[in-house]
């Protein structure tokens, strides 16, 4: 608990968001310094030196030279770029940006779903070719589809809400009983905060049983060392034939060369990414001309979009409310977490 901390956002500024901060920390000596947006980005030395809480997407390349920082607040759902700091060794802080992307994901998690259910791929196809096409399978209901959750964090529970109104069946495989999310952002009237909405919940045990029964499988753990490759070979031919494979985290939990013959050799029906194995993907990729492929350029957490700035300050606000009157912090991550567990 610190009444007057010295405050340092490394993000474009919201004159609003830092209004109600100001309101909130009267006594912080709150500075904004130069958007960290690219890794290896350092800054000026004095910029860190007294700096008692970091709010940014990433921390500066010369993260060493920060002598008194507390806490850390990143706008990213994921967090590997703390990992390597020397945050647990410092007793530093962290929280994350959990429950600012729930409502962009979701919905695209659901077009996706839709896209392969209406068989859009092909009808795009029909239309360049002039081609008016009213087959059976362009007119095709998602309602009593099953889609499974591998992870039920904040993108699954909002993705789960909706796809629980348009009457689809929900699964979801986790490490741990479907629990009450007290302490994790989330924005009104979005998600399943108290786990309500599984129809079946599967422990890692129940695997075959899970990855076989899904229309729908959505990936939505965090990247960490023991999620990469956490899907591989053995776990895709577990999925049916008919099933589609939906990405929204990261693209190593999926193994890269068993996700490339899986779709050229059509172990699935097909799949949708918005996550990649390098940024940009090179050109050669295959990934670029696989035909039974729907891929985005990592656009479906639209941090781009009106909406991520404000929420991004509104879990850094709340945060700092909690911070300065001693209670427990919106998202904050575990030791566990920080050890890449």
Not at 197 to 219: A, T
């Amino acid at each position: 608990m610190q009444s007057a901390p010295n405050i340092l956002i490394l993000l474009k500024e919201e004159e609003k968001a830092l209004a109600e901060l100001r309101a909130i920390a009267p006594n912080a000596r709150v500075k904004v310094g130069p958007w960290v947006s690219g890794h290896g980005q350092s800054l000026p030395s004095e910029m860190l030196r007294g700096v008692d809480i970091l709010f940014c997407e990433l921390p500066p390349h010369n993260f060493s030279d920060f002598d008194q920082l507390k806490w850390i607040q990143l706008t990213s759902a994921g967090y590997t770029q703390v990992l390597n700091l020397s945050v647990l060794e410092k007793g530093i802080r962290v929280t994350n940006g959990l429950g600012n992307f729930d409502i962009p994901i979701a919905e695209w998690n659901l077009a996706m779903m839709l896209w392969w259910h209406r068989n859009l791929l092909d009808a795009q196809v029909s239309q360049r070719n002039k081609v008016f096409d009213r087959a059976p399978k362009y007119q095709r209901e998602l309602r009593g589809s099953t889609v499974g959750f591998y992870g039920y964090g904040g993108i699954a529970r909002e993705t789960a809400r909706l796809a629980k109104t348009m009457g689809l069946k929900i699964w979801a495989l986790t490490r741990g009983p479907v629990a009450k999310r007290d302490l994790t952002f989330c924005v009104d009237g979005t998600g399943d905060p108290d786990g309500l909405l599984p129809d079946r919940v599967f422990s890692d045990e129940g695997k075959e049983e899970f990855l076989g029964g899904v229309d729908y499988l959505i990936i939505t753990v965090p990247l960490t060392p023991l999620t990469k490759g956490l899907i591989g070979e053995k776990e895709l031919r577990m999925l049916k034939p008919s099933s589609v494979l939906i990405n929204c985290a990261r693209g190593p939990i999926i193994e890269e060369q068993a996700y490339i013959r899986c779709l050229r050799e059509g172990w699935i029906r097909g799949s949708a990414t918005d996550v990649h194995y390098a940024y940009p993907l090179p050109p050669e990729h295959p990934l670029w001309t696989m035909p039974n492929l729907i891929m985005t350029a990592h656009i479906s957490g639209a941090s781009g979009g009106v909406h991520f700035l404000p929420r991004a300050y509104s879990v850094f606000n709340q945060n700092v409310a909690r911070y300065c009157s001693g209670q427990p912090l919106l998202n904050e991550l575990t030791r566990s977490q920080l050890e890449g567990k």
